[in-house]
């Protein structure tokens, strides 16, 4: 299962992602405070350091209330792996046609991937807010801000805007590295 997912990725060097020489775009406007999970699209660069293995490549996730599409891409723009969530639960397709089903996504991104996607918390954090309902802790570095929740230091060294908003982030948690630079952001209506 991971095996081609890790070969596609592994067989690329682990891109620095703080050498983007463009600022990623913001089109939209950003959601007032009382829409708690506003719908938006990213993408950018995705880079995952987990048990002594490096991957990287692209991803793009769409992002509409409890329904979100992911895709994990090659540095070269080739489909890995396209995630589905609603609320019937979350579907993990492969480039090969392997399909998988889980009722949670950190579950299955485990199983399948090797590693935990956070899908459920990310859908906030990459906004720079903590998620609803779980205690959490924030701290300001400097010019970057940090965010601890549910066992994850999420740091944000850049932001963009206006709206302001993350261009990069790097989620940590024991033996799980991801981070994230933001190439495009979309709120939609």
């Known amino acids: 299962m991971r095996t081609a997912l890790c070969a596609s990725l ?100 485990s199983e399948v991937l090797g590693w935990e996607l956070p899908l459920s918390g990310l859908q906030y954090w990459i906004r720079g807010v903590p998620q609803p309902g779980f205690a959490s802790e924030s701290a300001v570095r400097g010019e970057s801000y940090a965010l601890t929740q549910r066992g994850w230091q999420i740091d944000y060294p850049e932001f963009t805007g206006p709206p302001a908003v993350p261009a990069r982030m790097v989620l940590k948690r024991q033996g799980l590295e991801i981070r994230l630079a933001i190439h495009q952001w979309n709120f939609q209506p």
């Not at 895709?71 to 993990?92: F, I, M, S």
Request: proline fraction near 5%; aromatic fraction near 4%.
């Open 10 to 109: 592994c067989g690329l060097a682990l891109l620095g992602l703080g050498g983007c020489a463009t600022a990623p775009g913001v089109a939209g406007t950003l959601p007032g405070a009382a829409d708690t999970d506003p719908a938006f699209a990213v993408s950018g660069r995705i880079a995952v350091r987990y048990d002594g293995r490096a991957d990287s490549g692209n991803f793009s996730w769409r992002h509409v209330r409890a329904d979100d599409n992911l895709t994990l891409e090659t540095p070269l723009g080739q489909t890995l792996a396209q995630l589905r969530r609603d609320a019937a639960g979350v579907q993990l397709e492969l480039a090969d046609g392997r399909r998988y089903q889980s009722p949670a996504v950190e579950v299955l991104s």
